[in-house]
């Protein structure tokens, strides 16, 4: 069966943007897929975080994934750091990446901001331990949504280089999945900006824990045109924030774009928020109800971690001695 593997980063609140472009597709896949999914802790700490705050993100992640319906018993959910073959894999493939492919990574430009010289190497490295993430379970297949795009055509090259070097077909080049409608879902209060769980206003995003209100509110305030919906995707052009709110609700109604701005085209924004904001409350309400049990349950959550990591052991180290005897790194006994 072909494999699958994604993750995503116990920084902060999930989003919306988090369950549309990736969380919720990855459920399906998992009808066809060996799917792993994993809780990339070791990327978190590319940026300063607190560590209460960053254990608690963890199984707040791994409660997201469990209540968006991941079957944990199907599927491996696991943390990274659990795992320490992601980190000896990343750091040979480290040794095969060339410094110019990664000094055109777009995130690093943005996260490390203009004060390059105090950035830390692990945000420069960033994307080489996620290449090590895939090519540690041979994934085939990685969802991501399209923020990720560059990450994941470095991890193609990378496992080519690899392949190259040594003169084998070890890694199979991971084919990025970027499903859906809602693949770049944006800021509420800034329709050309992504949503983001940094964002500095709450209002700017829906996070999968907001209850029934919050939801309302923040799509009540969400910024429109002064303009009536528009008839069709192509009159969206110049209305980001028009664009933005009919992909959610295409998204969240499992409906193409152009039958959402039939459904809605000429009417106020207004009326099409409350409908919106109805329809957001009946899909995300049941996922924060049960994040909210599994809150009240760590027990549970970390046993889910324990069992994952054990899983995901199995295949990665299995997996990192073939590599380590491609390489020529011996394995006495
Ligand atoms: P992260 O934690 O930033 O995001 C997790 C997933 O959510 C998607 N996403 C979005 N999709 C649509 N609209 C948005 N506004 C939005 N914001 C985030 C992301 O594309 C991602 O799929 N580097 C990765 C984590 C990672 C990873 C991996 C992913 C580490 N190793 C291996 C795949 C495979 C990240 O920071 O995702």
């Known amino acids: ?98 410094l110019g492919w990664l000094n055109r990574m777009t995130q690093f430009k943005e996260k490390a901001g203009k004060d390059r010289e105090s950035a830390v190497l692990g945000l420069y490295a960033y994307p080489v331990l996620m290449a090590a993430d895939i090519l540690l379970y041979k994934a085939s297949h990685v969802p991501v949504g399209e923020d990720q795009k560059q990450h994941l055509e470095l991890s193609r090259d990378i496992a080519g280089a690899f392949n190259r070097t040594y003169g084998v077909d070890y890694f199979p080049l991971p084919e ?32 999968l824990t907001d209850d029934a209100d919050t939801i309302a509110l923040k799509i009540r305030k969400a910024r429109t045109d002064p303009n009536p919906l528009p008839d069709t995707p192509t009159d969206c052009q110049e209305r980001p924030e028009a664009l933005n709110l009919l992909g959610i609700y295409a998204a969240l109604a499992d409906v193409k774009l152009a039958d959402a701005c039939e459904r809605f085209s000429g009417a106020q924004f207004s009326a099409f928020k409350q409908t919106l904001a109805d329809l957001a409350v009946s899909v995300l309400g049941p996922i924060t109800a049960e994040m909210k049990r599994l809150a009240a349950d760590p027990g549970y959550v970390d046993g889910v971690l324990r069992t994952g990591a054990e899983r995901a052991a199995a295949i990665a180290n299995r997996n990192l001695r073939d590599i380590k005897n491609i390489i020529g790194l011996l394995h006495p006994g």
């Open 176 to 207: 990025p999945q970027i499903l859906g409608v809602a693949t770049r879902v944006m800021s509420l209060r800034d329709g050309e900006r992504k949503m983001s769980k940094s964002d500095a206003s709450d209002y700017s995003r829906i996070n």
């Open 1 to 98: 069966m072909k494999r699958i593997f994604s993750g995503v980063q116990p920084t902060g609140n999930l989003h919306l943007g988090n369950y549309l472009g990736a969380i919720r597709n990855w459920v399906g896949l998992q009808e066809s897929f060996d799917c792993i999914y994993c809780i990339v802790d070791l990327h978190a700490i590319t940026q300063s975080q607190n560590p209460a705050h960053l254990r608690e993100q963890t199984r707040s992640v791994t409660a997201a994934f469990i209540a968006s319906g991941i079957d944990a018993e199907r599927s491996i959910i696991f943390n990274q750091s659990a795992v320490p073959a992601h980190c000896e894999l990343a750091w040979a493939l480290a040794c095969h990446t060339p």
